[in-house]
Nanobody, 115 residues
Framework: QAQLVESGGGLVQPGESLRLSCVAS????????MGWYRQAPGKERELVAT???????YYADSVKGRSTISRDNGKNTLYFQMSSVNPEDTAVYYC?????????WGRGTQVTVSS
């Protein structure tokens, strides 16, 4: 059974950094494009960053320049690091894997940026 499990969320102080992880199981994650999405209260889910199976990356303008998406196929793990967080980064962050129309989602991890 395909599964994505996120971790690393929690309470983060404004200006600090966060690091999220997503472990994939039950499918060949290395062939999938993977990404992070987030959904803030009262807002639609939005794309944050993606990384292809060939390691090409894409970042939303809201996180570009202060974040890094990476993957370790040997560990079936996707990572997301973001610095200089602010309250607008508060959201549930979801891990996604997609390949030829087949798509999987994690259950999400809450990130709250507050002092």
């Amino acid at each position: 059974q395909a599964q994505l499990v996120e971790s690393g969320g929690g309470l983060v102080q404004p200006g600090e950094s966060l690091r999220l992880s997503c472990v994939a199981s039950g499918f060949t994650a290395s062939t999938y494009a993977m990404g992070w999405y987030r959904q803030a209260p009262g807002k639609e889910r939005e794309l944050v960053a993606t990384i292809s199976s060939q390691y090409r990356t894409y970042y939303a303008d809201s996180v570009k320049g202060r974040s890094t998406i990476s993957r370790d196929n040997g560990k079936n793990t996707l990572y997301f690091q973001m610095s200089s967080v602010n309250p607008e980064d508060t959201a549930v962050y979801y891990c996604n894997a997609e390949w030829l129309g087949r798509e999987y989602w994690g259950r999400g991890t809450q990130v709250t940026v507050s002092s």
